[in-house]
């Protein structure tokens, strides 16, 4: 069964601080490795990484895969207000593209 | 370009009950998924189309969930009878196709289901 795993489940930090969020995983034939951002609705897309040690980056958010050792980390730098949300690491594997989620890390920056 | 719809946007039932969740997806998105997520937990796959057709419905608890999409465009997901258990958001995502790096889901707002 694959499995997903981030850590921390939840992280509070001050504004101006950098986060970093990780995500490990267990699938058979992996496809692609997604970040989400929830807030109180629908997860919204942040980031889809395919291949090993290319960074991918989207303003204060950046993202790296390492296939090696089966992981992903998501930093935040500059933390804001607006960044308190759940985070969700998700793993595409199989003929079927099946996407498999983390718990989540939820985050909250206080002012 | 117009997101995923979904409704209801909440919904309270009785166990035993019955209800229905409805889906449109991004125009042109072959692929539609369902998801259960249940508070704390991150988005669990119920069931996948691609077009009319089902992909994967492993996770789908078959004795009381069904879902259809009859003409390749929008979808219903059931229960029928409802479990306290079953309490959770239900999400619908689309993607344009099934290819690497081209399976971004695009989410709904989901529905809040809650079982009393």
């Known amino acids: 069964e694959d499995k997903v795993v981030q850590s921390p489940l939840s992280l509070v930090v001050h504004e101006g601080d950098t986060v970093t969020l990780n995500c490990s995983y267990e699938?058979?034939?992996?496809?692609?490795l997604l970040w989400y951002k929830q807030e109180k609705k629908a997860p919204t897309f942040l980031f889809m990484l395919?291949?090993?040690?290319i960074e991918k980056k989207s303003g204060r958010l950046s993202s790296i895969l390492d296939k090696k050792e089966l992981s992903s980390i998501l930093n935040i730098t500059a933390t804001q207000t607006g960044d308190s949300a759940i985070y969700l690491c998700a793993v595409e594997a199989g003929s079927n593209y099946k996407l498999t989620f983390g718990k989540g890390t939820l985050l909250t920056v206080n002012p | 370009e117009a997101g995923v719809a979904q409704s209801p946007r909440y919904k309270i039932i009785e166990k035993r009950q019955s209800v229905a969740f409805w889906c449109n997806p991004i125009?042109?998105?072959?692929?539609l998924y369902w998801y259960q997520q249940i508070l704390g937990q991150g988005p669990k796959l119920l069931i996948q189309f691609q077009n009319n057709g089902v992909v994967d419905d492993s996770q789908l608890p078959k004795d009381r969930f069904s879902a259809e999409r009859l003409k390749g465009v929008d979808s219903t997901l059931k229960i029928q009878p409802a479990k306290l258990e079953d309490s959770a958001v239900y999400l619908c995502?689309?993607?344009?196709?099934?290819?690497?790096?081209?399976?971004?889901?695009?989410f709904g707002p989901g529905t809040r289901l809650t079982v009393t």
């Open positions: 995502a689309s993607s344009f196709t099934l290819r690497v790096g081209k399976n971004e889901q695009y």
């Open positions: 125009s042109g998105h072959a692929t």
């Open positions: 699938v058979t034939n992996f496809r692609s």
């Open positions: 395919t291949s090993s040690g």
